[in-house]
Each structure stands twice: as C-alpha cells, then as structure tokens.
Nanobody, 124 residues
Framework: QLQACGGGVVQAGDSLRLSCAAS????????MGWFRQAPGKEHEFVAA????????AYADSVKGRFTISRDNAKNTLYLQMNSLKPEDTAVYYC???????????????????WGQGTQVTVSS
C-alpha cells in the first residue's frame, strides 16, 4: 500500500514536500513515481526515480523546481516542490512499478500500485 501526504494550500512561490509511505511490499526495490491530475485533465507524469535513486526523470513543466528522492530504509518517497505555480494545482499521486527497477518510466500504464492522492492547491 502507498500513502501520500503533505499536500496543502500555498501561495505562488512557496514550497511543499510530499511524502509517500510504502508498506506491505518491498517497494524499496521498485521504481517509484509521482503523477498529478488537475480538474478535467488526464493524469500527468511529474517525476520518477529508480530503486537506488541513481536514475531520475522529470516532466519539463517541473524540471528545475521539483526534486524526487527516496529513503529506502524508511520505505518512503518524497517530492520536494519549490517555486510553486498556480498551474501546479492538482491531486498528486505516488505510484510504484513492477518493471525493471533500474529504469524510470513516464507513463501511468507502467505503474502497478497507486496511492490515494494528496491535494496541492497553489493560489496566485
């Protein structure tokens, strides 16, 4: 199971750190990712990280502002979000992939387990 938290209501330019706690499976050997869904829009890839953290990938829209990381000892995934913009407003989901853990993936269909989502609202 994946449990995301850390969302909230912030102003443009602020920062937030999302966390995703994993339990029940050996998620530490899975590639993990963050996705988001804004109202009326499809799920959008945000960032991904390989099991050991050596490979990462980011959507162009968040590159340079967001940082994905993980602490395998704590079975926890993070997303540090800086310089937030109103267009970052969405429900953010963490996900885990059973595919090759040395590779990062950017589409939702490559992920097998999903958390419940946490709302991030950025006001202008």
């Amino acid at each position: 199971q994946l449990q995301a938290c850390g969302g909230g209501v912030v102003q443009a330019g602020d920062s937030l750190r999302l966390s995703c706690a994993a339990s029940g499976r050996t998620f530490r050997v899975f590639t993990m990712g963050w996705f988001r869904q804004a109202p009326g829009k499809e799920h959008e890839f945000v960032a991904a990280i390989s099991w050991g953290g050596t490979s990462t990938a980011y959507a162009d829209s968040v590159k340079g502002r967001f940082t994905i990381s993980r602490d395998n000892a704590k079975n926890t995934l993070y997303l540090q979000m800086n310089s937030l913009k109103p267009e970052d407003t969405a429900v953010y989901y963490c996900a885990a992939s059973k595919k090759d853990p040395y590779t990062v993936y950017g589409t939702r269909y490559e992920y097998d387990y999903w958390g419940q989502g946490t709302q991030v609202t950025v006001s202008s």
